[in-house]
């Protein structure tokens, strides 16, 4: 079953006039809940059936009225990520340009929270917040479905971005359809590593390995998402590219380790790694498991978070 993860009077569904002052978009990151990484396809892409699942843990873009495209930023991964014309925010922008017939023409500055090559598709959410802000900034009036499509000429998470919540992936994950979840809330504990894994490198692991896949079809999860009990999401929890993660990085198997011991009901590699999540019970037990996880000194952070929660949004 799906259900619109927004009501159809929301300010995003209007028809909106160009600001003129400066937008603020606000962009979660992503977990995957359910991972299952089937054949390479004839574009060189697995085909997958992931869960989808957005969590507090939030980058910010904001977009003003300027000569030329432009990219700053602060934060997480400051002087380490490109600013330049690879950059996917940077893509996005000319892409939507590229469909409204506008000038690519703004100044963004990156507010970043979200750590790089985490599993937590960073990257990803900044294009989905850049699609969103200019879009407001210039007055291009498309709707969240309009700006999905375009997404999904760009990669393969930022469609889910921009939409939120919880949802089903297919396709090399771009297809995305929302998952009734009944509006209840999950609680989750990240563990940060000191460094990102490339996703790349994750999936060339995973097809030497040649390792067999488990999570299978995710009929137990959805179920399970609808039964509202921790306990029982925390045995449907599945990611097939944990074991190549683990290969390349065996010392995560130590942070795992260390959230079931300190109280985790489940514990996974998020998407393809290294950042690991475990599911508590609630806020407090999810605090208790961030403590725990502190003092291990595991890992390079550790946060909580709480899911779902709504895409890209303009603040």
């Known amino acids: 079953m799906?259900?619109?993860l927004f009501s159809e009077d929301e300010e995003f569904d209007r028809p909106r006039l160009a600001a003129h002052g400066p937008v603020r978009v606000r962009v979660p990151a992503k977990?995957?809940?359910?991972?299952?990484?089937?054949?390479?396809?004839s574009d060189g892409f697995h085909e997958l059936t992931t869960v989808y699942h957005a969590i507090g843990l939030y980058d910010e873009i904001t977009a003003r009225r300027?000569?030329?495209?432009?990219?700053?930023m602060e934060g997480e991964g400051t002087g380490e990520l490109s600013l330049g014309e690879d950059n996917l925010v940077?893509?996005?922008?000319?892409?939507?340009a590229a469909e409204t017939g506008h000038d690519a023409h703004a100044r963004?500055?990156?507010?970043?929270?979200i750590p790089i090559a985490a599993g937590l598709a960073g990257g990803s959410a900044d294009a989905a917040a850049a699609l969103v802000?200019?879009?407001?900034?210039?007055?291009?009036?498309?709707?969240?479905?309009?700006?999905?499509v375009i997404a999904a000429t760009l990669g393969s998470d930022i469609p889910f971005l921009v939409l939120g919540g919880t949802a089903l992936g297919t396709g090399r994950g771009e297809l995305v359809s929302p998952i009734l979840t009944g509006g209840h809330s999950w609680h989750w504990v990240l563990a940060v590593a000191e460094e990102g894994l490339s996703t790349p490198v994750v999936y060339r692991a995973f097809d030497e390995l040649d390792a067999h896949t488990s999570a299978g079809p995710p009929d137990g999860l959805m179920a399970a998402l609808r039964q509202r009990n921790p306990e029982v999401l925390a045995g449907e929890l599945a990611n097939d590219l944990q074991a190549a993660a683990l290969h390349l990085r065996p010392e995560l198997q130590q942070v795992l380790d260390a959230g079931l011991d300190a109280g985790a009901l489940a514990g996974m590699i998020s998407g393809s790694g290294p950042t690991c999540v475990f599911l508590a019970e609630d806020a407090r037990h999810a605090a208790l498991i961030a403590a725990d996880l502190e003092e291990s000194r595991c890992c390079r952070a550790v946060r909580t978070a709480v899911g779902p929660v709504p895409g890209a949004r303009v603040l």
């Open 66 to 72: 300027g000569d030329t495209l432009t990219l700053t």
């Open 2 to 4: 799906t259900e619109p």
């Open 108 to 113: 963004l500055h990156l507010k970043k929270q």
């Open 90 to 96: 940077m893509r996005a922008v000319r892409a939507l």
């Open 31 to 41: 977990i995957n809940l359910h991972l299952h990484v089937g054949p390479v396809r």
């Open 133 to 148: 802000a200019c879009d407001q900034l210039w007055g291009t009036g498309l709707s969240r479905d309009d700006l999905a």
